[in-house]
Structures are given as C-alpha cells and as structure tokens.
C-alpha cells in the first residue's frame, strides 16, 4: 500500500508533456557551459552521467513550478549566463539570463530549486 501512494505523489511529471528540463550555466573567458538535465523519471544527470534520483516529492515540487513557467522564450545571453530549457514532446522553451537581466521571478525560482538538488 504505502509503494502505491509513494508511485502516485509522481503523477504530475508522470502526465506532464515536459520529458526533462535542463538547466545549466556558461560562459566566461573559456566559453564553457555546464548542463544539467532532470528527467520526468526522477533521475538527475550532470552532462550524461547520472548524479542521483530525486525523491517523488522534490520532483513533484519541481515540475509544478515548470508547469507554471511563461511560454514565451526569454534570451538575455551576457558574458556569464544561466539557463533552463523545457523539452516537451512537441514545444521547447529556454530562458537564458544573467545577473543583470533577470526573468520573470518563477524562472528564477524554478532554477534555485533545481540547483538545491545539486
């Protein structure tokens, strides 16, 4: 019983259309871009290297939040960046920012949970 109500606290990234999010940062002097990918199944990858699974609740959280991300693309590129992209079955958005030019706060805030997962 207790496995059952464990599978279902997933449900959310199990129906959502988004297959992973990425995320990542780059830039600088060596030009350098370090990606995460966070796939709908929990599992966490550093470039392709699997780094850990995330609990159903910390996915759950996290891809409520992708969820609610705007649909429009935001592409501020600066020297040194940050980044999300959604990979959907069918759409892909990306939001690149930097210090200076900073989007919409649920990006920000989506990109803060993701890195705690680090």
């Not at 599992?43 to 705007?70: F, G, H, N, V």
Request: charged share 20%; net charge neutral; glycine share 6%.
């Amino acid at each position: 019983m207790l496995l059952l109500s464990s599978c279902s606290t997933c449900k959310i990234a199990k129906q959502s259309s988004i297959r992973e999010i990425q995320f990542g940062n780059g830039g600088g002097f060596t030009g350098a871009v370090t990606t995460y990918c966070l796939k709908a199944d929990g599992s966490l990858y550093k470039q392709e290297q699997l780094i850990k699974r995330l609990t159903c609740d910390s996915l759950c959280t996290i891809y409520e939040l992708a969820e609610q991300l705007p649909q429009e693309d935001f592409i501020h590129p600066g020297n040194t960046y940050s980044f999300i992209r959604l990979v959907a079955y069918d759409t892909l958005h990306y939001y690149q920012w930097t210090l200076e030019n900073k989007p919409n706060e649920k990006i920000v805030e989506l990109y803060l949970k993701l890195s705690k997962q680090l």
